[in-house]
């Protein structure tokens, strides 16, 4: 099975209470891929400007990620963004952000990729969600994001990607401003009458709860005593959890819930450093050790 | 093994945002023995005024508690509470409070509570705390819970209990308070260093983290579409949590996870009506099986 994500490559600068880290690699076209390459070998559908350093190109394939479909465009500047952390390092801001690239027409699925059978869309545009998803009519199992500004601007055609997907992943602000429930249980319950065999709702530092068709699933975050940059943890998280299902082929209840706990680990990793860094030093024995750390911390 | 729990019982009214509820029996003294009575007769101390009603006391009789350390006080009134939840139904305020009889002498032990083994300090002052710990020279297990009011205002007293207790169980709030630490991973680790053997963090809807001395444990809440009431959460996780410690004497790291899970789940009913009225409808063998599920929910 072939594993594709589409999302945003960003050059961020990143400002947390203790420091600030200048023209790191971000975005959900390089945190997905790079968590998801733990499990399997996944391809990017992103665009970028010709000012993209080499040196991100080469982080691409530190992680064996299959690039073909990562366009560099001459004369083009690739998507940048500035986020400040609030003090509790949960909240933040965006401080200055540069669309460029994202203004431009988006990256058309190259016949090569057409394939795949796990689709990844991360956040876009929902009528560019909704391309995508009909280019690949073959997909075995498709899952999404998205973000407040389409669920407020964008809410009908929203809704009809969300009819048509396997999966559902927001955060819980998110749920709530989709089903005017604050309760993430009841948002939850509300989402998957649209459609999605499960939703997804993911709570930060406070873990994740999801809706399955066939049940429910609820995991704390893995005890972290070391917060560096929370930027990409969404993302590495739907990463190794997408990575994991394009392995196994398990969508039940209990292959989803481990999918959840790999996310869950992969993501605590994530977050100890700024960028890829943490990640680039990480092997699937790492991942697997602390899994097996995060399943007796869990077990009753 | 015999489990003592002092606390305050209150009459409160509580407002949600969809109604107010006046009149209530609530309070540590009632929420936690009520809990713990699932599994085994709980002792508790508290002095209530003569306004107290009688079926407020058949609601001690319907859990089974040994009251015969509730003192009635001639002449005096009972604490009274109103609390105001937000429209999260996390945050609340306190509207209106009459300390009543909480202002007075508390009460002493009886003599015939002096053999228990198990002691769960609820929230009181501090000094209070350590005369009643003091009182039970021959216990095996000590918990204590706390508050910002003694935070703030009787720091050291307050170092001085958590010194001498087993188990610390604060929410994180509280440990942020104590510690200076937002993160509550790293409160926990700090709080460990003052000498409890166990430090328990509650996160209210988002579960409960417990650093042990021979490791971590983390719980998600479990996944509740229904919240009426709030009120006593705390009180009814610690309760049924202490009530199977006092039943098993499991105290290891393996046990206190059990324990932090029957607390989850147990607390989980209360928070469905109000005041004692879901607790009164419950049987040890809902608990189990609510437990069962919750097992299940968590499974990696």
């Known amino acids: 099975m072939s594993l594709i994500v589409t999302g945003a490559v960003c050059i ?9 880290a200048e023209n790191l690699l971000g975005g959900s076209g390089i945190y997905f891929p790079a968590a998801a390459s733990f499990f399997t070998q996944p391809r990017v559908l992103a665009a970028v400007g010709d000012d ?3 040196d991100f190109l080469a982080t691409f394939d530190h992680f064996n990620i299959d690039r073909r479909g990562l366009e560099i465009r001459k004369g083009s500047k690739t998507f940048r963004w500035h986020g400040k952390y609030h003090e509790n390092m949960n909240g933040r801001d965006t401080v200055g952000i540069e669309l460029n690239v994202l203004l431009e027409e988006p990256p058309a699925l190259p016949d090569f990729y057409a394939d795949s059978k796990v689709v990844f869309l991360a956040v876009d545009r929902p009528s560019n969600q909704l391309n995508l998803l009909n280019a690949v009519p073959d997909s075995t199992l498709t899952v999404m994001d998205t973000i407040d500004l389409y669920i407020n601007q964008n809410r009908d055609e929203l809704l ?11 955060n819980d602000s998110e749920a709530h401003a989709l089903t005017g429930h604050r309760n993430p249980i009841v948002a939850a319950a509300e989402l998957e009458k649209l459609g999605p065999a499960f939703i997804i709702i993911k709570k930060g530092e406070h873990g994740v709860v999801m809706k399955h068709r066939d049940g429910w699933a609820a995991l704390p975050a893995y005890p972290a005593d070391k917060v560096v940059d929370p930027t990409g943890a969404g993302d590495s998280f739907a990463g190794a959890m997408m990575g994991y299902l394009t392995e196994t082929g398990d969508t039940s209840l209990i292959g989803l819930r481990k999918a959840l706990a790999y996310g869950t680990v992969t993501a605590s990793f994530n977050i100890e450093d700024f960028s890829l860094n943490r990640m680039k030093t990480l092997t699937r024995d790492n991942i697997d050790k602390r899994l097996a750390h995060f399943t007796q911390i869990v077990s009753i």
């Open 12 to 20: 961020d600068t990143i400002t947390t209470p203790s420091s600030t």
């Open 52 to 54: 993209f350093p080499d």
């Open 160 to 170: 009809e990607v969300i009819r048509k997907v396997d999966g559902l992943i927001i």
